[in-house]
């Protein structure tokens, strides 16, 4: 059985901010992994993607990255997809944590029965191991558990 995890926007945000940092190299692992094996470890959700799309294509955002234009950044979350499972959401937990966009990873987490979230976030998602027993971790500790880094 495959390894799951599901990750939050903001390491995906992180990411394109950075080319140096555990969110960018979490991002080129999950590649790698597809291009060299077709191994898909990511989840995703249709709700999850409308929230990528919303937040990374933010004035803001697209101000911020050095290196991307918005159809740039479009094509990076068409990449996301191409390369991700896709999950159907069939049991709702709203709400459980405080933000509902926390809610959305975390349903996405719940069906697809995986066994990571992947966030910077990790004191938004307070009782879900206790409760779903889903390990909530940083992209550098993930990538540590998994051996990329040390």
């Known amino acids: 059985m495959t390894m799951k995890i599901v990750i939050d ?3 995906f945000l992180s990411s394109l ?3 140096n940092g555990a ?4 991002v080129l692992w999950i590649v790698e992994q ?3 094996n077709y191994k898909k470890y990511n989840v995703i959700s249709n709700t999850l993607v409308t929230e990528y799309e919303d937040v990374l ?3 803001k955002n697209i101000e911020k990255f ?3 234009s918005i159809s740039e950044v479009k094509e990076f979350i068409d990449g996301i997809c191409l390369i991700s499972n896709h999950q159907r959401i069939n049991f709702l937990w709203r ?3 405080k933000d509902s966009n926390d809610d959305m990873v975390l349903e996405v987490a719940f069906n697809s029965k995986a066994d990571y979230i992947v966030t910077h976030n990790i ?3 307070k009782g879900v191991e206790d409760n779903f027993n889903i390990e909530v971790i940083t992209p550098k500790e993930f990538l540590i558990k998994i051996g990329v880094l040390k």
């Open 9 to 11: 926007t903001n390491v």
């Open 17 to 19: 901010f950075s080319q």
């Open 23 to 26: 969110s960018h190299k979490l």
């Open 34 to 36: 597809y291009k060299n």
């Open 57 to 59: 294509t933010r004035d």
């Open 66 to 68: 050095k290196n991307f």
């Open 95 to 97: 709400p459980f944590l």
């Open 123 to 125: 004191k938004d998602f």
